[in-house]
């Protein structure tokens, strides 16, 4: 089981930035795909942005050109920088690690809440 916890979430107004990060137990980003994904209350989770063990990164239209996802494979952490926030980012952002058949672990969550 990988042990994730996600941390820098906060307040901010519209236009501000953040910078999440994860932490994650062993050397789980050598081999899984990292993600970042946000659940805002009454909606479903969605998968905001992603980066495979190979370094492939992908994101959710709504945030590119905003958000950056990066990662410190030697420290085993994983950001999340936000720039130009929107009150619509508002939501709880929780890290992912999927390792192919060897399932998906997930952090508590963070709370980040954009006003205008």
């Known amino acids: 089981q990988v042990h994730l916890v996600e941390s820098g979430g906060g307040l901010v107004q519209a236009g501000g930035s953040l910078r999440l990060s994860c932490a994650a137990s062993?050397?789980?980003?050598?081999?899984?795909?990292m993600a970042w994904y946000r659940q805002a209350p009454g909606k479903q989770r969605e998968l905001v942005a992603r980066i495979s063990f190979g370094g492939r990164i992908d994101y959710v239209d709504s945030v590119k050109g905003r958000f950056t996802i990066s990662r410190d494979i030697a420290k085993n952490l994983v950001y999340l920088q936000m720039n130009s926030l929107k009150p619509e980012d508002t939501a709880v952002y929780y890290c992912?690690?999927?390792?192919?058949?060897?399932?998906?672990?997930w952090g508590q969550g963070t709370q980040v809440t954009v006003f205008s």
């Open positions: 992912n690690a999927n390792r192919g058949t060897r399932g998906d672990s």
């Open positions: 062993g050397s789980v980003l050598s081999f899984a795909t």
